[in-house]
Structure formats: C-alpha cells, structure tokens
C-alpha cells in the first residue's frame, strides 16, 4: 500500500504528535528517506519514542522499517522506463549525475580544498563500503600528480592514523550521506588531533559535513539503491576535479610524471 493511503487510514488512530509527524512525512517523503531520525526530530519537535512508535502503529517494526517502504516506492516509481531504451536511459542519468554534480561546485570551497591538499604535511582519505573503495581510487588517481597518500577504508586502522595527526595533516573523508558512523568516528578524532576534514558528500547539513572545515557536494542521495554506479561516479567527479585543480594552483608538469609513471611500468606487459 503506498504509504500516504496507509497514512490516511490510520490517520484517526495517531496523538497529536504522531499528527504532525504524519503530516511531515507525506511532504518531505525524500528528505525522510535520505535524512535520519533526528531530521524528523528537528523540524517536528517530538521524541525518538513517538517516531518509533508512530512507526509501529502503521505496521512496521520501528523508523528504519519506515524508511525502507519509502525507499522501495521511490525506487519502483524512478525504474527505467521500459519504454525506451533502457541503456539510452542510464546513459542520461549519468550525464545528468555530472552535469548536477559540476552545478553544485562552489569555486572558493574548491579552491580552498585545493589549497589544503598543497599545504598539508600529509594527506589521507578516509571511507568505508563504496565511498572506501572510491577513496583508494582517489589515492591512486591522485599518483598522476605525483601525490602520494594513504587511503584507509578500516575504521579501527582510521582511528589508530586519527590519533597520531596535527595540524599540519589533511583527511578527505568520503561518505555519501553524510552520516557513516565508522567514518565520522575516525574523522572526529582527527579533528581532536587538529587535523583539517574536507568532506565529499551530498548533504551539506549531514553530520560529517557540520565536523569538516570544508564540504564538497556530490548529486546522488542512495538508500536502498546503495553503491550504484551513478553515485560512486559523482564521488569520481568531485576527485577528478580536485586533482586537476591542484595541478593547475601548482603548476604540476603531469605529462613529465605520466611519463616517469608509464616507464616504470612498460616492462610489465606481456607483449
């Protein structure tokens, strides 16, 4: 049942709290799926205990229950439409991921990250699932412009590095939503130590990006649709981006380190 009709069914049952909850959800539905508990909690001004059990009394066993319904509509309602091409159509949500993703670049956040990376005594990437794996791209992405750093996608190794930094350090922490515990554990710890964050993600207000000195945006909100190819390439996007902003600030000669990088590994070929 689409959740606005079970809403209105059981809309007579709720408190007054429960009321204003329902009438929340019904028109902020993405900013339920994408956001937590305590979105619901500030723009409503209720209780975990009266979200979960609202929750509950429309049949699911607590808010992340909730959460996944919502998702699984949302996701069934943007499929691809059969009626066209179906390659066609991922071929424009990609395109769109990009073009989305470079509107929302703010030049003096860019520049200033820009400006971190050169300045930093070292650097290290920071994430967890698919944003870790898209950090260890990064770190290798970043060898073009003779940079190398450490990616770290375990959190207990992330809390032991955290711990050793100063404020001469930078970590780039890569997380989606914002909201990856593991991630904003060991980037609260560098923060401690006096370390910089910078922060790639989709949520401005996202726990993560309120701890980072600064925050770059990607396009995709993901929740059930988790590591697809859409987000992970605005991630790819931001990094690209800052790659060729440091070496354009630091006049990097990459085609002599392209070079040095491609000769040290020709003899690897097998023809």
Known sequence: MNIDNLIKN???????????????????????????????????????????????????SGFNDLKIALAKIELEENSVDSSHDYYDDIADHLITT??????????????QAVSMISNCRKLYIFGVGHSGEIGRDFSKMLLRVGLIVQAETDSHFQSQMAAMMSDDDLVIGI???????????SLQI???????????????LSSIAQISDITLRTSIEEFLNGGSLAGQLSQLYVCEVLIHGYERQNEVDAVSLREKALRSIMDKRIK
């Open 190 to 204: 560098a923060k401690k130590n006096g370390a910089k964050i910078v922060s790639i993600t989709n949520n401005n």
């Open 175 to 185: 997380s989606l939503s914002g909201e990856t515990k593991d991630t904003y554990d």
């Open 98 to 111: 990009i073009k989305d993703t470079a509107s929302l670049i703010n030049p003096k956040d860019l520049n």
């Open 10 to 60: 059981k809309y007579d049952t709720l408190t007054k709290s429960e009321k204003k909850i329902a009438q929340y959800i019904m028109n902020n539905e993405k900013e339920v799926i994408y956001g937590t508990m305590e979105t619901i909690k500030k723009n409503v001004n209720v209780g975990d205990a009266t979200i979960v059990r609202f929750s509950k009394k429309l049949g699911f």
